[in-house]
């Protein structure tokens, strides 16, 4: 056993390998960063704009092009191009070997580069303010929908180039498993090729055609089924990445080892095949969509909360391991002795807790018959802030921490602030969604500028002002934190070098490291045939009976 | 091949999917037994020509149709148009502790409305009927909210619901 780990250890990456790897990687971050330091003021703006505390910056027109362009920059942009970074990286370190192709891995880059300024210059001028989901009949300026269809594009040569990394990997090594943080990587690469069909397919056929004046009407009902398609799966193709740091970087930096590599791989398919066709639940309150899918897709929806919480015991059995290696005793000794100035540390058990709370708000969202308490009020823009914003992001903050000094050579800047960081963004995420949560389930409806019109129900605007005052002050916490973490990876780039032996990428191994594992939990095709059946039988009627049931088109509308 | 499992995983896995399972009973009790589902009707309408009587839709959400009305059987419906920037009529009237069975349309883009602390929530597509029946418990003035993002004055889409004793609600007679 201990073997077959050293000699696989033992194969070293050319120089070459390395450096173009380091350059693709820091690229793709750089547009991820980028994105979200233009989008994280935006978000500052439009909590206090809408407080109506500062009557001076109340501007509808403003307040929704702010809001649209902070959806697609941090979801789409930070979140695509994070992944793709860190997946060139992951694919060539974990598998030790060259990327297959490194100019169709430029090729992607640039596509997806293209479309983020062809998506971006209407977005800033107000020219698509349709918001990050789109919401046909809506119809925004055409270059919006050509950027956003050349990112999804440019992140497909992403996953191909994912896909052909391991199949060359497994044709090499045959009967070996897939490193297991390059098999999470690659089944993110697929779950991200199928369930970007439905919003590819919604932005080719109805969007790019209508916003062109190639057609004259599209059907919203069926846009928002295909949309469904995407909406859920995407926010576990954000998350694979931060559940991969977790698995395959945490428990070394703990001082430990991951309590499983198996069962792992169980959650990373059950995440693969349960997150896609499960989208329904976002139309829950459609009617569009009969009752009896709903119902279908409710069941799946669950499903997909078991590899989270295997993930979650996963991790926090892997973190006790390290903290009783560090000396800790007792039921809950182990966590006063883990290390919480090292970054991934601090961060993943930040992102649990976040995840415990998000993940009970998830569940209240997927049930069938609470939706409609809680359906497009605040508490839907609190929940994905804690989850997305808080669990994943932090993630991602970490990640960087630990990758910069490996790609650009160059010593973090100061362990202190990058400690005091994670620390802002954690406490400030929860005084911005707990008063949002709350807000929701005393009635405020999301995506409103302003809430002037509802003051004729005098009580209940009333009832709102204690939460709407203290969000502000969460607003700011993150606005500072995520500010000092650009400013922290900007200084790095201004440190001393470190040594090669710190620029070495290695993963954590498993208590039990599985010389084998069964077919199925290193098969990528057998995964490919399921999904296709599952996502044929929970979307092909719902896709398909709006070619029968004669809906009357909608025109094209302004905004 | 078989996999090794940790025989403390073991139990958390087993645990796992009991809370799904428990969750899954839950939701079927209440849909199968108390009929608590969401607002599901497939029924398209030319949302172009609410106006008109011919047509898909055949004329039920005509100016003069809009509001509260009594069907044979007894039935309350309302019926409203949600349309930039408000809902036809803005006020309306219902008894207390009666089921109402909503029907809305979209004269335009994407609407919603939330009525808070009620289960009267529901997205108006466009080219489509939106059907909601629910009952109100408490009396007074409630605020019915546009909850989808329609356009640049979408904050101000808003109208009210006067929930009434049921000994003080009148139907406003309306022609048919």
Redesign the interface.
């Known amino acids: 056993m201990t073997e077959s780990t050293l000699s696989s250890r033992d194969i070293a990456l050319s120089e070459e390998s390395t450096n173009t790897t380091n350059k693709l990687a820091f690229w793709n971050f750089f547009i991820a960063f980028a994105a979200f330091a233009l989008a994280l003021p935006m978000g500052a703006y439009q909590v206090l704009e809408r407080s109506g505390m500062v009557p001076a910056i109340e501007n509808?027109?403003v307040y929704?092009a702010s809001t649209s362009t902070h959806g697609v920059l941090m979801a789409y942009v930070l979140s695509t191009f994070f992944i793709m970074g860190f997946g060139y990286h992951t694919a060539v370190h974990s598998l030790k070997q060259k990327l297959w192709s490194p100019t169709f891995a430029w090729a992607g880059f640039w596509i997806a580069a293209i479309g983020v300024v062809l998506a971006a210059i209407p977005l800033l001028t107000g020219h698509a303010?349709v918001?990050y989901t789109f919401?046909?009949?809506?119809i925004a300026h055409p270059s919006f929908y050509i950027g956003a269809a050349l990112l999804v594009v440019g992140s497909w040569f992403w996953c191909i180039d994912m896909v052909v990394s391991t199949v060359t990997w497994k044709r090499a090594n045959p009967g070996k498993p897939v490193p297991l943080v390059m098999y999470g990587t690659v089944l993110n690469a697929m779950l991200w090729l199928w369930t970007s069909i439905g919003v590819a397919s919604e932005v080719l056929f109805q969007l790019i055609p209508v916003s062109m004046g190639w057609a004259d009407s599209l059907?919203?009902?069926l846009s928002?089924v295909l949309f469904s398609e995407t909406l859920h799966a995407i926010v576990y193709f954000w998350l694979f990445p931060c559940y991969l740091v977790m698995y395959a970087i945490l428990p070394k930096e703990a001082g430990g080892k991951l309590?499983?590599d198996?069962?792992a791989r169980?959650a990373f398919v059950m995440l693969f095949i349960f997150s896609v066709p499960i989208g329904m639940h976002h139309?829950?309150?459609?009617?569009?969509?009969?009752?009896g899918w709903?119902?279908l897709h409710?069941?799946g929806t669950?499903?997909v909360?078991?590899p989270t919480?295997?993930t979650g015991?996963?991790i926090i059995?892997t973190l006790e391991i390290a903290g009783r290696l560090r000396g800790g005793k007792g039921l809950f000794g182990w966590l006063k002795t883990l290390d919480y100035q090292n970054p991934v540390v601090l961060a993943s058990v930040f992102s649990l807790l976040m995840l415990t709370v998000g993940g009970w708000g998830g569940?209240i969202n997927a049930?069938?018959?609470l939706?409609?308490?809680v359906?497009?009020?605040q508490w839907v823009p609190g929940h994905f802030h804690l989850i997305y914003g808080g669990t994943t992001i932090i993630m991602y903050f970490a990640a960087a921490y630990w990758l910069w000094p490996k790609i650009t050579g160059h010593q973090l800047f100061s362990n202190k602030l990058v400690i005091t960081q994670l620390w802002l963004w954690f406490v400030g995420m929860w005084i911005t969604t707990i008063p949002w949560h709350y807000l929701g389930i005393?009635?405020?409806?999301?995506?409103?500028?302003?809430?002037?019109?509802?003051q004729?129900?005098e009580e209940?605007v009333r009832s709102w002002d204690f939460s709407m005052l203290i969000m502000n002050f969460g607003a700011l916490t993150l606005l500072v934190s995520g500010l000092l973490f650009v400013y922290i990876l900007f200084m790095t780039s201004r440190q001393p070098m470190v040594s090669d032996s710190e620029r070495v990428v290695s993963y954590s191994e498993a208590i039990?490291p599985?010389l084998?594992?069964?077919?199925l939990?290193n098969s990528l095709s057998f995964w490919n045939w399921a999904m296709l059946i599952y996502l044929v039988a929970s979307y092909g009627y719902p896709v398909l009976?709006f070619w029968f049931?004669?809906?009357?088109?909608?025109?094209a509308?302004?905004? | 091949m078989a996999i090794h499992i940790d025989p403390l995983e073991k139990k958390w896995i087993i645990m796992s999917a009991a809370m799904v399972l428990l969750a899954w009973l839950i939701i079927l009790y209440f849909a199968a037994v108390k009929d608590v589902h969401p607002p599901s009707n497939v029924e398209v309408i030319d949302s172009a020509r609410l106006h008109l009587d011919s047509g898909i839709g055949g004329g039920e959400f005509a100016e003069d149709k809009l509001g509260v009305r009594q069907d044979p059987d007894g039935t309350i419906v309302v019926t409203i148009v949600a349309a930039r920037y408000g809902f036809y009529p803005q006020h309306v009237e219902v008894p207390v502790d009666t089921p109402v069975k909503f029907r809305m349309a979209s004269f335009d883009v994407l609407h919603g409305v939330l009525i808070p602390f009620s289960n009267m929530n529901t997205m108006i597509v466009p080219g489509y009927i939106a059907e909601v029946t629910s009952s109100f418990t408490q009396l007074g003035d409630f605020p019915v909210i546009c909850q989808e993002y329609c356009g640049l004055a979408h904050a101000y889409m808003y109208g009210m619901i006067k929930i009434v004793p049921k000994d003080e609600f009148k139907l406003i007679a309306r022609a048919n």
């Open positions: 509808a027109a929704y303010s918001l919401y046909p009949p809506e059907d919203p009902g928002r309590f499983s198996e069962i169980v139309l829950y309150m459609d009617p569009i969509v009969a009752a709903k119902l409710m069941f669950f499903m909360a078991v919480l295997i015991f996963t059995a569940v049930s069938y018959s939706n409609a308490l359906h497009n009020t005393i009635g405020q409806p999301r995506r409103v500028d302003t809430l002037q019109a509802y004729q129900s209940l039990h599985p084998q594992v069964p077919h939990l009976q049931i004669g809906t009357p088109e909608s025109p509308w302004g905004y």
